[in-house]
């Protein structure tokens, strides 16, 4: 059974560029969530989606970050502009309903934005 | 606004002694709380969750926790750790009834084993 499969692994990236991380969950599973890891602020989280709806987006930092759910199997986090402090860890969890359920984290994409 | 604080962010152990994480919460209601561990270079997996019933809960890889209410704490431990217990140990909540999948996090508690 695959985990949750992010893409890429890492990005390096300059300043002002776009930058698209990817994220497939776990089959079967409805929930979907976006976190951001640094060093400063932790472990945060961005946006989450059920049912490819987005239910809470309140973590998402400003208008330069976007994320979308398509179909249940595929969802993106799209930064245009790329700035040095978005410079984290990306993580994708996928669970079957929400927070009572475990959520399934994927190995996250580690962006740096020079 | 509800908050989990772990008091250590580094804990050092030596091999085959006991530790405990320690997790405090504040919440205005009730809430369900998990533990999670992220190996290096990976994701983040559930050691074990208390949603209802019993306090003590017991978990994957020897590990458990106790949730006291009158304390607010989810202190996490394991008897005697293993080298392969290192990694960072995330102490999480989520409202009982609210919106599901806002799980809050902890800092981390980063947890060294030496032989």
């Known amino acids: 059974d695959a985990g949750v499969i992010q893409s890429p692994r890492h990005e390096v990236t300059e300043m002002g560029q776009e930058v698209t991380l990817r994220c497939k969950p776990i089959s079967g599973h409805n929930s979907l969530f976006w976190y951001r890891q640094t060093m400063m602020r932790g472990l945060e989280l961005l946006i989450y989606f059920n049912n490819n709806v987005p239910i809470d987006d309140s973590g998402m930092p400003e208008d330069r970050f976007s994320a979308k759910m398509p179909n249940a199997s595929f969802s993106t986090l799209k930064i245009q502009p790329s700035e040095p402090r978005d410079s984290a860890v990306y993580f994708c969890?996928?669970?079957?309903?929400?927070?009572?359920?475990?959520?399934?984290f994927g190995p996250g994409t580690r962006l740096l934005v020079l | 606004a509800q908050s989990v604080t772990q008091l250590d962010s580094q804990v050092p152990v030596f091999e085959e002694a006991p530790v405990e994480l320690r997790c405090n919460y504040s919440s205005s209601v009730s809430v369900y709380l998990f533990w999670y561990v992220q190996y290096p270079n990976q994701g983040l997996q559930l050691l074990l969750k208390y949603l209802s019933g019993s306090t003590l809960v017991k978990g994957i890889n020897g590990f458990e926790a106790e949730f006291n209410k009158s304390q607010t704490s989810f202190h996490l431990r394991k008897p005697s750790v293993h080298i392969s217990d290192t990694a960072e140990y995330f102490c999480?909540?989520?409202?009982?009834?609210?919106?599901?999948?806002?799980?809050?996090f902890g800092k981390g508690t980063k947890l060294s084993v030496k032989p």
């Open positions: 969890a996928s669970s079957r309903a929400g927070g009572l359920e475990t959520q399934y």
């Open positions: 999480a909540v989520s409202l009982y009834g609210g919106s599901q999948g806002n799980l809050i």
